[in-house]
T-cell receptor, first 113, second 112 residues
Framework: QQPVQSPQAVILREGEDAVINCSSS?????VHWYRQKHGEAPVFLMI?????EQKGHDKISASFNEKKQQSSLYLTASQLSYSGTYFC??????????????FGAGTILRVKS | NAGVTQTPKFRVLKTGQSMTLLCAQD?????MYWYRQDPGMGLRLIHY???????AKGEVPDGYNVSRLKKQNFLLGLESAAPSQTSVYFC???????????FGSGTRLTVV
């Protein structure tokens, strides 16, 4: 099942903060976050693992609530370069599943000057 | 480093034609994936591979075939193209050890 992202879209002014949420009905092993700019490939931002380990971006933070199967991405002091579509990808298993991800439909973020 | 390279970048097919999309990675990644992206639907997994010579079906495999004869290459074939296969196709690769995906730049396919 596809994870559900909210909000679908958000408009910010430079310097404002935003939170993007991702929830799944399935037990998760990890949650990935990616950003995609128009006409480009998605770019990896962060991975959150069951048990609390995080790997990824220095300036963007995220949380993973294992009990609720939810993750949130926190964008603070937004910059124009943060504009794009953010996707969460959820993973149920490890090696035998090849780390395959199911992606949400995306959240469009636009930062205005 | 080239990362993940997809060819071609654009293609227009007529209904019923066949074609192969090529994905090549130079990062020695074990895992490779093919996704399609349609407006409002995010990325959906077509097929994936956990190693050379192995492939498996994803969420939307019908109408597609794949092969991974060499570790660095992952081919996606359309046997008989249909308008419903008009989409942007992304190849990605990753490594065991809980690291993120590296995506190719995509192939925009239109079937008329």
């Amino acid at each position: 099942q596809q994870p559900v992202q909210s909000p679908q879209a958000v408009i910010l002014r430079e310097g404002e903060d935003a939170v993007i949420n991702c929830s799944s009905s399935k037990a998760l092993y990890s949650v990935h976050w990616y950003r995609q700019k128009h006409g480009e490939a998605p770019v990896f931002l962060m991975i959150l693992l069951k048990g609390g380990e995080q790997k990824g971006h220095d300036k963007i933070s995220a949380s993973f609530n294992e009990k609720k199967q939810q993750s949130s991405l926190y964008l603070t002091a937004s910059q124009l370069s943060y504009s794009g579509t953010y996707f969460c990808g959820t993973e149920k298993g490890t090696v035998e599943y090849g780390n395959k991800l199911v992606f949400g439909a995306g959240t469009i973020l636009r930062v205005k000057s | 480093n080239a990362g993940v390279t997809q060819t071609p970048k654009f293609r227009v097919l007529k209904t019923g034609q066949s074609m192969t999309l090529l994905c090549a990675q130079d990062m020695n990644h074990e895992y490779m994936y093919w996704y399609r992206q349609d407006p409002g639907m995010g990325l959906r997994l077509i097929h994936y591979s956990v190693g050379e010579g192995t492939t498996a079906k994803g969420e939307v495999p019908d109408g597609y075939n794949v092969s991974r004869l060499k570790k660095q290459n992952f081919l996606l074939g359309l046997e008989s193209a249909a308008p419903s296969q008009t989409s942007v196709y992304f190849c990605a690769s990753s490594s065991p050890g809980n690291w993120g995906y590296t995506f190719g730049s995509g192939t925009r396919l239109t079937v008329v």
